[in-house]
Every structure is written in C-alpha cells, then in structure tokens.
C-alpha cells in the first residue's frame, strides 16, 4: 500500500471496495486492486483520461466509468506489487487547499464509501491540509473541533454507532475471510 508522508504516520482512510480499496490525500488519489498472484503488466491494462478511467485485468473488466473530479492524466502512474496487486496513482487536478473531497471513485457514486468512512476521510484531509500550511508541526495524531460529530447522511448519534459498530463487524469479517482464502479477482 503506497502511502504519502502524512499517511504513513496517521494511516490513511480506505474505501473498501469488491476489488480492493480506495483511498485519498489532498493531492492524490490512490486505487489498489486485488489481482491474481503471478499478474503480469502485460495481462494488465489501464487508460486513465482527464474523466475516465478503466482497469482491465486479464480480459476482465474491473471497473470502467467516469470519475468523480478530473485528474491529471499525464502525471497518473499504475505499478504491479509483489504480482498480487495493482496500485494507481490519481493526480487530482484541482490544488491541495481546495475543500473539494473526492465523494466516490467514480460519477454516480461509484465506490463511494459508507457516511462514517467519508466522516473520516473529510477528518484525515484536514488535518493534512493543516500539516501543509504548517510544515514544522506533526498533526498526525491531532483531532479538530471542527463540528464533525454529524455525519453527513445520518439523523442521530444513535445512528452513527450503530453505523461503526456494523463497519468494525464488516471490517472483522473482511479480514477473517482475507486470512483465510485471499478475496482476488479471477
């Protein structure tokens, strides 16, 4: 998993996904997807434009659709890992101080995460963007009072727990079956 500077001392925040996951930093938007073991780049092809993208691993069709914002396609990279996974590179085009979040991978809420992930995901951004303006201080563990006690999507507190519990189970579960029998794409 390739994490920025500021990921790599606060974790980052991943929208799980049937392939893999997705994650975001202010600037970047990173895609990791679960392929056979012994992929090849050559059993692999990726075409990101401006708008859209498509993955396509051997044959198959992981994912195809328009983006949620514009990347910069020329600047966006895709490597193969350990011949297990595949991992891109989004350049997002619009500046790091912008308060534009990445609310799916893709137009019409394609991949988007769950309301208690974006709660996080929202968090994580700030506070790196806080990191950016102040380079000599580590936010990495910092929390905000910024009013992020509503999650966006929910009517209640009651609702929120509720919420985290059923992720922390789907989270378990998800990990269990990973340790069990690697979930790839065939």
């Known amino acids: 998993m390739a994490l920025s500077h500021f990921d790599e001392k606060s974790g980052a925040v991943i929208c799980t996904t049937p392939w893999g996951g997705w994650w975001q930093t202010v600037g970047e938007v ?8 012994g992929t090849r780049g050559k059993q692999v092809s990726i075409s990101i434009q401006p708008k859209h993208i498509k993955c396509v691993v051997r044959g198959n069709t992981i994912f195809e659709g328009n983006l949620c914002r514009t990347v910069v396609a020329d600047e966006c990279t895709w490597t193969i890992e350990e011949q297990e996974r595949v991992t891109l590179l989004l350049v997002k085009s619009e500046p790091a101080s912008s308060e534009k979040v990445w609310e799916s991978l893709l137009e019409g809420r394609g991949y988007a ?8 995901m929202m968090k994580k951004l700030d506070l790196e963007k806080f990191q950016l303006e102040n380079p000599g201080f580590n936010f990495s563990g910092a929390t905000l009072d910024k009013a992020y006690d509503k999650i966006p999507g929910l009517k209640s507190a009651e609702e929120a727990d509720e919420l985290r519990i059923s992720s922390n189970l789907q989270q378990a579960k998800e990990k269990s079956e990973q ?7 065939q």
């Open 30 to 37: 990173f895609v990791e997807i679960k392929v056979p073991k």
């Open 113 to 120: 995460p769950d309301p208690l992930v974006m709660h996080e």
């Open 179 to 185: 340790r069990n029998e690697p979930g790839v794409v």
